[in-house]
């Protein structure tokens, strides 16, 4: 008998994505910190590429103040490639985690 297969969307990866990054607690929101318009004008916080059963994600953030953020970017990485693994069934490729600011 085969292994069954998963087929999900790409809108549903962001998602998965996204959820895992917001689960860290040191993640105050995703997005891009600054003036309004630099946030409208930015591009989505969650991006994801798709290729051959691999994910790349690419996820924007503001910090929780107080914590470390190299650490904090490690712990996103990590929770976003045990969600893609474990949940999705794909191969984490990169994860890049860009902190875009520190809020209150």
Known sequence: MSQ????????????MVRLAAEEVPGVLRLGRGGPGWRRALGSAPVTVRLASGRAD?????????????????????????AALERLLGLEAGT????VDGVGG
């Open 95 to 98: 994860v890049t985690v860009i």
């Open 57 to 81: 994600a690419r996820i924007v953030l503001i910090a929780r103040p107080g914590h470390h953020l190299v650490d904090l970017a490690a712990q996103v990485r990590s929770a976003v490639a």
């Open 4 to 15: 069954p297969e998963l087929h999900v969307t790409r809108d549903v990866v962001v998602d």
